[in-house]
C-alpha cells in the first residue's frame, strides 16, 4: 500500500479531481468502485427504470434533499406502525408529509445541502420550526 499519489502525476496528468467524501480507505479500490457505480447509474439503459436516477436521494428530482423514509408491508414491524398519513388515501397530504420528512432527514444528517437550495417560505418556517437556522450573508 502505498500513502498517496506522486504530485508530479496530479500536476501534470490529471485533468480534474473529485472527492467521494471525508473519510480514509485502505486502498484506491473501493474510491475507484464507487466512482464507477454513481457514474454508471448515469448511463442510459443501466438501470432497469428509465428515471431512477434522477429520482435518487439529493438528487434533483428530490429537489436536492435526501430522500425520507420508506414504508411497505406489513403495517407493523416491531410495534412501529406506517404513519398514519400514509394511509389517508389523501395524496396531497401524502406528498406535503414526504417532502417535510425529507427536510428533516436533510436536516439532521446534511444541513449544508439546505443552503444551496431555493426553499420556499414554507419550507424555511418549518425548518425553523424544527430547530433550523439559516446561515444568513454578513456582507
Partial sequence: RYEGVDERVRTQLVTDEISIGDYVLSGGE???????????RLVPGALGYALGAHQDSHSPGKGGLLEGPQYTRPHTF???AVPDILLSGHHANMERWHHEQALLRTLARRPDLLTKLPLSDQDRTFLQQHGWQPVTDSK
Fill in 78 to 80: 416491531r410495534n412501529e
Fill in 30 to 40: 473501493l474510491a475507484a468502485m464507487v466512482v464507477v457505480d454513481a457514474v454508471t
